[in-house]
């Protein structure tokens, strides 16, 4: 059974830092690429960072500089290292796996609340 399990989210206060890191199980990790999306009330899921198999990352232009993302292969888990935070990254962030390789399996967290205090 596949589990994808979030954990580091909380309340912290704006300029203040949070590292969230996401454990997978039942996936063989090396062959996925991992990424962070964050969904706030009332708007739609957004994609945050991604890292590829290979290590390539990208970043929303809104969290590029504050954000990044990183994995340990050797752990099965993905990290997102969040700096700087503003209010307005308030939101559930959730892990999400895709496996690079046919037929594609993805695969959701539970997600984990993060509130930044102005």
């Known amino acids: 059974q596949v589990q994808l399990v979030e954990s580091g989210g909380g309340l912290v206060q704006a300029g203040g830092s949070l590292r969230l890191s996401c454990a997978a199980s039942g996936i063989i990790f090396s062959i996925n690429s991992m990424d962070w999306y964050r969904q706030a009330p009332g708007k739609q899921r957004e994609l945050v960072a991604a890292?590829?198999?290979?290590?390539?990352?990208d970043y929303a232009d809104s969290v590029k500089g504050r954000f990044t993302i990183s994995r340990d292969n050797a752990k099965n888990t993905v990290y997102l290292q969040m700096n700087s935070l503003k209010p307005e990254d308030t939101a559930v962030y959730y892990c999400?796996?895709?496996?690079?390789?046919?037929?594609?399996?993805?695969?959701w967290g539970q997600g984990t609340q993060v509130t930044v205090s102005s």
């Open positions: 999400y796996a895709r496996r690079d390789s046919w037929p594609y399996p993805t695969h």
């Open positions: 890292i590829t198999s290979g290590g390539s990352t």
